[in-house]
DNA sequence: TTGAATTTTCAGTAATTATTGAAAGTTTGA
DNA sequence: TCAAACTTTCAATAATTACTGAAAATTCAA
């Protein structure tokens, strides 16, 4: 495979990647663009790639700086801005883990946590389902919760380390 | 907040949570009835409850079944198939686990393998920055695959008792 | 200040994904 | 073997999500 084959099939790739992981799709996929790319780009070079509008460009460029993944470069003599990549994959892996417990795990922890406290009739089998679910996932996310915590505070060679030292 | 509200709000967080990481809202809302139900559901029960479709909740339940975490039950003397999900977090953790490695990252991780295939001048600089993108990425996502595998033939309190003791 | 360069917004539209419901298919008891 | 009970399929439709492009807003050099 050559060159231009390989990057294309890496932006799609990592576009479904992205999608079957509810990522829109351009977003990924610009991600991808600059991963690959060892200089920052410019809006007009990603909409001219991904043969995307201005728009839809900006707007995902925007979404993946909200995400800690993409930063503004700023070159001097140019008005125009460019983007680059966080490019260290532990680092990329932390800042997705940091986004999504935040936006996503820890307000369903919360909810977990005021459903534990259903009132009810207990010998009721309805509420004695519910709850015991309840107990169960409510621990389960806060474990889940604690592991992504030290995750985010280990180095990559030490988490794998760890993790995989039992592998036979 | 009294069961029947309870009820409500878990399958509702818990279908915004599956769609939030790309799982058909309803199939995860028809998780969230069957994980609190305290005995298996017909067909009838979930459409009834969910305000859907027989067609819809036929194929939801369907992809449950395929996902390993909800299979039938068969009352003697009913013609009707019942449904039960699994109801041990762990297990239900290992299994979705096992499916999305299966589907969703062992096909990544072999193009990836793939792609640090790549044809090209060596000394150009935008094949050096994708090969050792490819090279970086193809690195994580076996590490990641193999962690996956350990969690798949532990139990629950070793994995976590393991990730987590090393907190402060 | 001014205005050209650039970025952002967002209403309208397109594309994708999910749902319905009725017809076709299957199963099972009599 | 029949036919009622039940399940599955899928074309049509609805709902959701994403994208475009032009107008508005912003920035900055002169």
Redesign the interface.
Known sequence: ???A???K??IQ?WGK?G????INRTMAQVHALL????KPLSTEEIMEELSISRGNANMNIRDLISWNLVHKELVPGDRKEYFLAE????EI?KRISRERKRR?IEP?KN??H??Q????DRS???????TD??N??G??VD?MD??V??MLSSDQSWF?G???K??K
Do not use: C, R, Y
Request: aromatic content about 12%; overall charge negative; hydrophobic content about 55%.
């Open positions: 495979m050559n060159f084959e390989g990057k099939q890496f790739t990647l999608s079957e992981w509810g991963l690959i790319a060892p490019k260290d994959i532990w892996a996503e369903v909810v977990l005021q459903l406290e259903v009132e009810g009721n089998e309805d509420v004695k389902a519910f679910m309840m169960q996932l621990g389960f474990k604690k592991s915590d030290i794998f760890m993790l995989l039992l592998i």
